[in-house]
């Protein structure tokens, strides 16, 4: 065994580790000091941007740049993750209810949770989309429905990623506050950007870059 290869690998994952606990931590100061609905948008948008810079080997100061981020994007990230976060309390709220009259309500839950589901696969794209391309505000979700459904290998990839953390926390709550939202943010950017750079070579290759 190459010790020295298996130290190097140990150090970069324990960092990264660390850097999902600060981005979760980042996250949910932010949000929390924009009284949750006001903090949302520009907090999320804010980790986006973050990640993004470190998945692209960038050095930069972490809370600063978030809070600079934060202020920045206030309104137009509102804009943009609100009204999704609003469609996805409805919808879990609706799924909640129907699950709760019983069997003979097994359609509607179903159909609920596959909106849902939809939703997810959706929605995973848009936080990367929008902090890697200039797109006016109102083109994100299309473009973002775009690619779920021309991409839907890599959709299910996303979906899947999303339920294993989701498992986790559920499986034990303590890992919300330390890392859940941080290691999806990270992970979620991590893996569109390579998705959007398959794209946009493909797209390259067939002369409509």
């Known amino acids: 065994m190459n010790h020295p290869a298996m130290s190097i690998r140990i150090y970069a994952a324990c960092s990264e580790l660390i850097w999902a606990v600060r981005l979760?931590?980042?996250?949910?100061?932010f949000t929390l000091a924009g009284g949750v609905i006001l903090g949302l948008g520009p907090a999320t948008v804010a980790a986006y941007t973050l990640a993004r810079r470190h998945a692209r080997n960038e050095t930069f100061q972490a809370w600063a740049e978030f809070w600079t981020v934060y202020r920045r994007e206030f309104v137009r990230a509102s804009l943009l993750v609100l009204p999704l976060a609003l469609?996805?309390?409805v919808l879990i709220g609706n799924y909640l209810y129907f699950s709760a009259l019983g069997p003979g309500?097994?359609?509607p839950r179903i159909a609920t949770l596959v909106s849902l589901i939809a939703l997810a696969g959706v929605g995973a794209y848009v936080g990367p989309l929008y902090v890697h391309y200039d797109l006016p505000l109102?083109?994100?979700v299309p473009k973002a429905v775009q690619l779920a459904l021309m991409r839907p290998a890599s959709s299910v990839l996303l979906?899947?990623?999303l339920s294993?953390?989701?498992?986790a926390t559920s499986a034990a709550p303590i890992l919300a506050p330390v890392i859940s939202f941080g290691a999806w943010i990270y992970l979620n950017t991590w893996l569109c950007l390579r998705f959007f750079e398959e794209n946009e070579a493909r797209l390259h290759s067939k002369g409509n870059s």
């Open 105 to 107: 309500m097994g359609t």
């Open 159 to 161: 979906l899947l990623a």
């Open 87 to 89: 469609v996805a309390t």
């Open 164 to 167: 294993a953390i989701a498992y």
């Open 138 to 140: 109102w083109a994100y």
């Open 24 to 29: 979760n931590l980042m996250w949910i100061v």
